[in-house]
């Protein structure tokens, strides 16, 4: 459960400030799948990085209850120099897993990721969709209550999309929550219960998939 009461974030420098999110307010229920939308600077991924911890907010509350796994701007939580196997019990440790409990998930992770040899290899040789591969196989391998998904999947290739969305609904049904930011409409409709549609930081609309979609295409025809 994600429970957001006027949440504002205010960036400040010494001659510019910038309201990137202004009194949002949202309830997420367990086993949601979420879509945020909008365009470019709107605040999505400043949402994304306040729920996950990375960012604190300027005012407002926020409720979270379980555990998060976030696949926000690749290659956050990667050590580039690192292998891929290293890197996997990295972000085990991150998460606050053993080494003996990231042992037990390994063989999922390498499997799903399916970037054969390179998991021996630093990841500063991979392509941006291997390291998408890999940064997704971790998040969804350590048994999260809400996943969040940040763009990430747009930089890999059609079958991977494909396989992540087949775990998308077999992560649905295990009752786990997904935010998801996407620029793909299909993919929102298809995936997605409701979308939250964010506008220069405030809450345009939030409610039933297919409407929100509808209301958006509609403006920017």
């Excluded at 087949?166 to 409709?189: Q, Y």
Aim: hydrophobic share 40%.
């Amino acid at each position: 459960m994600i429970k957001i009461i006027n949440l504002t974030k205010i960036f400040r420098t010494e001659s510019v400030q910038t309201t990137a999110l202004n009194e949002v307010s949202l309830e997420i229920s367990q086993g949601e799948f979420v879509a945020i939308m909008g365009p470019s600077g709107c605040g999505k991924s400043t949402l994304l990085k306040i729920v996950t911890g990375v960012l604190s907010p300027t005012a407002g509350n926020i409720q979270i209850e379980g555990k998060v796994s976030a696949l926000l701007e690749l290659g956050a939580g990667f050590n580039e120099e690192y292998s891929g196997i290293e890197n996997i019990y990295l972000n085990g440790r991150m998460m606050g897993y053993s080494r003996k409990e990231m042992d037990e998930r390994l063989n999922g992770i390498v499997e799903f990721a399916d970037i054969g040899d390179f998991i021996n290899q630093p990841v500063k040789t991979y392509s941006s969709g291997m390291f998408a591969r890999l940064a997704f196989a971790v998040a969804i391998n350590v048994e999260p209550d809400i996943l969040i998904v940040d763009e990430a999947l747009s930089v890999g290739d059609i079958f991977f999309q494909n396989k992540c969305f087949k775990k998308f609904d077999e992560l649905k049904r295990n009752g786990v929550t997904i935010l998801f930011v996407s620029h793909d409409i299909g993919s929102v409709r298809q995936m997605c219960s409701r979308v939250l549609w964010l506008d220069h930081g405030t809450v345009r609309a939030f409610g039933e998939a297919a409407h929100i979609c509808d209301m958006y295409m509609d403006e920017k025809r």
